[in-house]
Protein backbone atom coordinates (compact mmCIF):
# COMPACT_ATOMS: atom_id res chain seq x y z
CA UNK A 1 0.00 0.00 0.00
CA UNK A 2 1.41 3.42 -0.62
CA UNK A 3 0.01 7.17 -0.27
CA UNK A 4 -1.66 9.01 -2.86
CA UNK A 5 1.00 11.69 -2.73
CA UNK A 6 3.78 12.72 -0.41
CA UNK A 7 2.26 14.06 2.70
CA UNK A 8 1.77 17.26 2.82
CA UNK A 9 3.86 18.39 5.83
CA UNK A 10 7.44 17.30 3.77
CA UNK A 11 5.95 19.78 0.50
CA UNK A 12 5.23 22.37 2.87
CA UNK A 13 8.66 23.53 4.58
CA UNK A 14 6.77 26.07 6.69
CA UNK A 15 3.98 23.80 7.75
CA UNK A 16 6.50 21.31 9.90
CA UNK A 17 7.94 25.09 11.64
CA UNK A 18 3.94 26.01 12.79
CA UNK A 19 3.61 22.16 13.37
CA UNK A 20 6.92 22.26 15.76
CA UNK A 21 5.33 25.30 17.09
CA UNK A 22 1.97 23.80 18.13
CA UNK A 23 3.68 20.67 19.92
CA UNK A 24 5.68 22.82 21.76
CA UNK A 25 2.77 24.84 22.98
CA UNK A 26 0.93 21.22 24.01
CA UNK A 27 4.31 20.18 26.35
CA UNK A 28 3.81 23.60 27.76
CA UNK A 29 0.15 22.71 29.16
CA UNK A 30 1.93 19.76 31.81
CA UNK A 31 0.26 16.70 30.87
CA UNK A 32 1.77 13.51 30.51
CA UNK A 33 3.16 12.60 27.23
CA UNK A 34 0.89 9.38 27.99
CA UNK A 35 -2.28 11.11 28.67
CA UNK A 36 -1.57 13.01 24.90
CA UNK A 37 -0.54 9.85 23.57
CA UNK A 38 -3.86 7.82 24.74
CA UNK A 39 -5.93 11.07 23.60
CA UNK A 40 -4.77 11.22 20.51
CA UNK A 41 -5.05 7.55 20.38
CA UNK A 42 -8.47 7.28 20.73
CA UNK A 43 -9.31 10.51 18.30
CA UNK A 44 -7.24 8.64 15.35
CA UNK A 45 -9.38 5.55 16.08
CA UNK A 46 -12.76 7.44 15.44
CA UNK A 47 -11.19 9.21 12.60
CA UNK A 48 -9.95 5.70 10.99
CA UNK A 49 -6.37 7.16 10.71
CA UNK A 50 -4.41 3.93 10.20
CA UNK A 51 -1.41 5.25 10.32
CA UNK A 52 -1.86 7.40 13.66
CA UNK A 53 -3.18 4.80 14.90
CA UNK A 54 0.01 2.78 14.57
CA UNK A 55 2.11 6.12 15.71
CA UNK A 56 0.52 6.22 19.17
CA UNK A 57 0.28 2.51 19.95
CA UNK A 58 4.28 2.45 19.14
CA UNK A 59 4.47 5.81 21.17
CA UNK A 60 2.65 4.27 24.10
CA UNK A 61 4.25 0.79 24.26
CA UNK A 62 7.70 2.40 23.80
CA UNK A 63 6.58 4.47 27.19
CA UNK A 64 5.93 1.55 28.80
CA UNK A 65 2.22 1.32 28.58
CA UNK A 66 0.32 -1.76 29.18
CA UNK A 67 -1.19 -3.80 26.21
CA UNK A 68 -3.93 -3.80 28.51
CA UNK A 69 -5.08 -0.45 28.34
CA UNK A 70 -3.88 0.42 25.08
CA UNK A 71 -6.02 -2.41 23.54
CA UNK A 72 -8.93 -0.79 25.57
CA UNK A 73 -8.71 2.88 24.69
CA UNK A 74 -11.45 2.07 21.67
CA UNK A 75 -13.58 0.77 24.13
CA UNK A 76 -12.92 2.63 27.82
CA UNK A 77 -16.14 3.27 29.48
CA UNK A 78 -16.40 -0.29 29.93
CA UNK A 79 -12.67 -0.70 31.41
CA UNK A 80 -11.70 -0.66 34.39
CA UNK A 81 -7.79 0.40 33.03
CA UNK A 82 -8.37 4.20 33.09
CA UNK A 83 -8.31 6.88 36.25
CA UNK A 84 -11.36 9.66 36.29
CA UNK A 85 -9.05 11.82 34.87
CA UNK A 86 -7.79 9.81 31.51
CA UNK A 87 -11.87 9.39 31.49
CA UNK A 88 -12.85 12.75 31.10
CA UNK A 89 -9.59 13.31 28.91
CA UNK A 90 -11.34 10.50 26.61
CA UNK A 91 -14.84 12.20 26.61
CA UNK A 92 -13.64 15.62 25.82
CA UNK A 93 -11.36 14.12 22.73
CA UNK A 94 -14.53 11.90 21.66
CA UNK A 95 -17.05 15.11 21.92
CA UNK A 96 -14.30 17.47 20.17
CA UNK A 97 -13.66 14.85 17.21
CA UNK A 98 -17.15 13.81 16.46
CA UNK A 99 -18.86 17.48 15.94
CA UNK A 100 -21.09 16.56 13.46
CA UNK A 101 -22.70 13.47 15.45
CA UNK A 102 -24.51 15.83 17.62
CA UNK A 103 -27.81 17.89 18.57
CA UNK A 104 -26.70 19.53 21.52
CA UNK A 105 -23.40 21.77 22.24
CA UNK A 106 -20.37 20.05 21.31
CA UNK A 107 -18.74 19.97 24.63
CA UNK A 108 -21.76 20.13 27.20
CA UNK A 109 -21.28 21.78 30.23
CA UNK A 110 -21.23 19.02 32.42
CA UNK A 111 -18.46 17.16 30.87
CA UNK A 112 -16.61 20.47 30.28
CA UNK A 113 -17.20 20.41 34.43
CA UNK A 114 -15.70 16.90 34.74
CA UNK A 115 -12.55 17.82 32.84
CA UNK A 116 -11.93 21.09 34.96
CA UNK A 117 -11.83 19.29 37.97
CA UNK A 118 -9.19 16.96 37.10
CA UNK A 119 -6.97 19.76 34.85
CA UNK A 120 -6.39 23.27 34.93
CA UNK A 121 -6.72 25.79 32.63
CA UNK A 122 -3.22 25.26 31.05
CA UNK A 123 -3.88 21.36 30.91
CA UNK A 124 -6.63 22.07 29.14
CA UNK A 125 -5.71 24.17 26.85
CA UNK A 126 -2.65 21.26 26.06
CA UNK A 127 -5.49 19.04 26.02
CA UNK A 128 -7.47 20.88 23.41
CA UNK A 129 -4.76 21.64 20.99
CA UNK A 130 -3.71 18.50 21.05
CA UNK A 131 -7.06 16.92 20.28
CA UNK A 132 -7.38 19.67 17.12
CA UNK A 133 -3.79 18.84 16.29
CA UNK A 134 -4.15 15.05 15.83
CA UNK A 135 -7.12 15.77 13.97
CA UNK A 136 -5.70 17.53 11.90
CA UNK A 137 -2.78 14.68 11.18
CA UNK A 138 -5.86 12.34 10.98
CA UNK A 139 -7.17 14.42 8.04
CA UNK A 140 -3.90 15.00 6.32
CA UNK A 141 -3.30 11.21 6.52
CA UNK A 142 -6.55 9.94 5.74
CA UNK A 143 -6.88 12.45 2.24
CA UNK A 144 -3.56 11.01 1.03
CA UNK A 145 -4.31 7.55 2.68
CA UNK A 146 -1.00 7.12 3.95
CA UNK A 147 -0.59 3.62 5.07
CA UNK A 148 -0.01 2.39 8.46
CA UNK A 149 3.66 1.60 9.36
CA UNK A 150 5.27 4.84 9.27
CA UNK A 151 6.53 5.40 12.75
CA UNK A 152 7.66 9.32 13.54
CA UNK A 153 9.82 9.09 16.69
Not at 9 to 35: D, F, H, N, Q
Not at 86 to 91: G, V
Not at 94 to 121: C, I, K, M, Q, Y
Request: charged share 25%; aromatic share 6%; with cysteine.
Amino acid sequence: MEARMKNPIYLLPSMMKGIGGLTEAIKEGGLSRELQELVALRVSQINGCSVCVHGHVHHLVKAGESTERIAAVAAWREAPFFTDAERAALALAERATRLADRSEPAVPDELWDEAADHFDERQLASLILGISLTNLFNRLNATIQEPAGVVWD
